[in-house]
């Protein structure tokens, strides 16, 4: 969002300079308008160009039309899931989810921009919890229990 909002303040900054010290109106206004387009097509151009995705095993997102970047992490690496939302992110009910990872303090593994940010953590709870019995127990809690001894004569267990 601030993307936009950057965009749009340089293109009012333009239209207010260019036509108080050149005094030139129309051309400020062009100017202007071509700033606020580039803004708008950009934005949408990343927005159409970014994909999030959730499964039971990853979060992934890529990024790119023309180069494609793809950044991954394991959901059992997912330590905590928070949401923002600005004033303007409320008002068109999009915001930012933040994953916080294992042992990758040096990268942001972010959504952005994501309609219903709390839909995504609900997504995302849902998940982990989907994906809990698939995986081996934690350290620290018992293994399951072993089978009885097969019984000499008996047939083994299936």
């Known amino acids: 969002m601030s993307f936009y909002v950057g965009g749009l303040i340089a293109a009012a900054l333009v239209l207010v300079i260019l036509g108080l010290l050149a005094d030139s109106w129309p051309l400020a206004v062009v100017v202007a ?57 409320r008002l068109f009910r999009v915001g930012s989810v933040d994953f916080d990872t294992a042992g990758t303090d040096d990268s942001e593994f972010r959504f952005e921009w994501v309609n219903g940010p709390e839909k995504v953590v609900k997504a995302v709870d849902e998940a982990i919890h989907q994906a809990a019995p698939l995986r081996s127990p934690t350290p620290g809690t018992a293994p399951p229990p072993a089978p009885p001894p097969a019984t000499p004569g008996s047939p083994p267990p299936s």
């Open 33 to 89: 308008a071509i700033i606020a387009g580039l803004t708008l097509v950009v934005g949408y151009l990343r927005r159409v160009s970014t994909k999030y995705l959730i499964t039971t095993q990853r979060l992934r997102i890529s990024r790119g039309l023309v180069r494609r970047s793809v950044q991954e992490t394991r959901l059992d690496r997912v330590q905590n899931v928070n949401y923002e939302q600005g004033v303007l992110d």
